[in-house]
């Protein structure tokens, strides 16, 4: 009888042992895999430019009516479709003239440039420290070309000096503080235009796109440097850099837009009760617009023609319009407290791209006549599109007229920035 006692305690304590040894490993994280074959200078020249362009004619395209309300734009405009001339007063953050010609763009196409001559001075190496160090230097410069006699002289060009400070201060003070130390740095960001979560990453992450080798270099390079966002808006702000890179390696819309719940290498999607709340907007984005593509207007919508009265220069069907308009009223439901809200920018570019479905210039026209910032958003979108689809395959009107205003009015050769780029590819 001991015996038998003897072999069951024996056998128990085997089978408890083996029990906690027992376990189901965890999946392992998959890296968003792409193409990442080095892309001929040919290709890659033609997809920065295609980027650099779509991206200004974006900007230019909202530049007169930034921040109206879509109905404002309806009555002065009808339905924009084109370039517009940039009738505005000028301002720091705006075309630094009144009332310039259609294609004169804003501080989105200036990033651009900032960012092109960013990479030739430290040869595409990225990193906080020497992004701090480029924009206090280009501060540095504007504030001691003051002491410049002709400057002084002349009350014009002491204005224009002063305007070019004004748009780069707020980002040289947080610079700045960042290379004093951590508390100063933390007070600057939290502060940084008055503290909201600003789109600011946005202006420029999607060029990091353009300089990396896979998905998850774009969003770490852009996440690295996202030093003017507070909360999720880092999140976006390299996620945006994703998707621009993921447009230089596919055709594929879907593959561009699913990017995002895929790549998250600091953990978003983990955060307790809350989730990941970029891809939560894009998720909610995508099914709005594929249940009202799949609605049945009925002919009471039809009729109605004051709620749904059709802009003049709208070139689609009644029920197109209907669809879009009910659409600009779901993105009108969840408007932030300021237009540049990272997560609004966020929410009507991945709304607008799924709407478009690759299609150019019907994506642009989506998002510049809903207004509120629709040049940030379409600058965005119009980098993607432009990486994806390449300068070639842009409508050719509007490049070459960007082209030549950007290059003859604005001082931005975007030409020699995409061959600039594409030397120090090699």
């Known amino acids: 009888m001991r015996y038998v006692l003897f072999l069951l305690s024996v056998f128990l304590v085997g089978c408890k042992n083996d029990t906690k040894k027992f376990d189901i490993p965890s999946p392992t994280l998959s890296n968003y895999e792409v193409n990442s074959t080095q892309l001929a200078d040919s290709v890659y020249y033609d997809k920065v430019l295609g980027a650099l362009v779509g991206s200004a004619i974006g900007d230019a395209m909202g530049a007169s009516t930034e921040m109206w309300h879509r109905r404002d734009i309806q009555l002065s405009y009808g339905y924009i479709n084109g370039l517009t001339p940039a009738l505005r007063e000028q301002s720091p953050e705006g075309t630094w003239e009144h009332n310039l010609l259609a294609g004169a763009t804003t501080d989105d196409t200036r990033w651009k440039s900032l960012m092109v001559n960013y990479f030739k001075t430290h040869n595409n190496k990225t990193s906080p420290e020497n992004f701090t160090n480029h924009i206090i230097e280009y501060y540095n410069n504007l504030t001691k070309s003051l002491a410049n006699k002709d400057i002084q002289l002349s009350?014009?060009?002491?204005?224009?000096?002063?305007?070019?400070?004004?748009?780069?201060?707020?980002?040289?003070?947080?610079a700045m503080a960042y290379k004093k130390d951590h508390n100063s740095y933390q007070k600057a960001q939290n502060r940084f235009y008055g503290g909201e979560m600003s789109c600011a990453g946005q202006l420029y992450s999607p060029m990091l796109g353009l300089i990396s080798?896979?998905?998850?270099?774009?969003?770490?390079?852009?996440?690295?440097?996202?030093?003017?966002?507070?909360?999720?808006?880092?999140?976006?702000?390299?996620?945006?850099?994703?998707?621009?890179?993921?447009?230089?390696?596919?055709?594929?819309?879907?593959?561009?837009?699913?990017?995002?719940?895929?790549?998250?290498?600091?953990g978003y999607a983990d955060s307790r009760l809350v989730g990941r709340i970029p891809t939560t907007i894009l998720n909610n984005a995508q099914i709005n617009v594929r249940r009202i593509n799949e609605?049945?207007?009925?002919?009471?919508?039809?009729?109605?023609?004051?709620?749904?009265?059709?802009?003049?220069?709208?070139?689609?069907?009644?029920?197109?319009?209907?669809?879009?308009?009910?659409?600009?009223?779901?993105?009108?439901?969840?408007?932030?407290?300021?237009?540049?809200?990272?997560?609004?920018?966020?929410?009507?570019?991945?709304?607008?791209?799924?709407?478009?479905?690759?299609?150019?210039?019907?994506?642009?026209?989506?998002?510049?006549?809903?207004?509120?910032?629709?040049?940030?958003v379409a600058a965005v979108a119009g980098m993607i599109?432009?990486?994806?689809?390449?300068?070639?395959?842009?409508?050719?009107?509007?490049?070459?007229?960007?082209?030549?205003?950007?290059?003859?009015?604005?001082?931005?050769?975007?030409?020699?920035?995409?061959?600039?780029?594409?030397?120090l590819k090699d």
């Open 213 to 266: 080798n896979a998905p998850v270099d774009a969003y770490e390079k852009a996440y690295s440097l996202s030093l003017f966002d507070i909360g999720y808006a880092k999140d976006i702000t390299a996620l945006v850099s994703t998707m621009t890179f993921m447009a230089t390696r596919t055709q594929s819309l879907d593959s561009i837009l699913n990017a995002p719940k895929f790549v998250d290498p600091i």
């Open 295 to 376: 609605l049945v207007i009925d002919s009471l919508l039809l009729n109605d023609t004051l709620i749904y009265k059709v802009p003049k220069g709208f070139k689609g069907s009644k029920i197109d319009w209907i669809r879009q308009e009910m659409l600009y009223r779901l993105l009108e439901k969840d408007e932030r407290s300021i237009a540049f809200h990272s997560a609004e920018i966020w929410q009507i570019l991945v709304t607008a791209l799924e709407f478009g479905q690759g299609d150019f210039e019907k994506t642009m026209q989506f998002i510049i006549n809903y207004g509120r910032d629709n040049d940030t």
């Open 385 to 423: 599109l432009g990486a994806k689809l390449g300068y070639k395959a842009l409508p050719p009107k509007l490049g070459e007229t960007i082209i030549k205003v950007n290059r003859e009015n604005m001082g931005i050769d975007l030409e020699v920035l995409a061959q600039e780029m594409t030397t």
């Open 155 to 174: 009350t014009d060009a002491l204005d224009i000096q002063i305007e070019k400070i004004d748009w780069i201060k707020e980002w040289a003070q947080v």
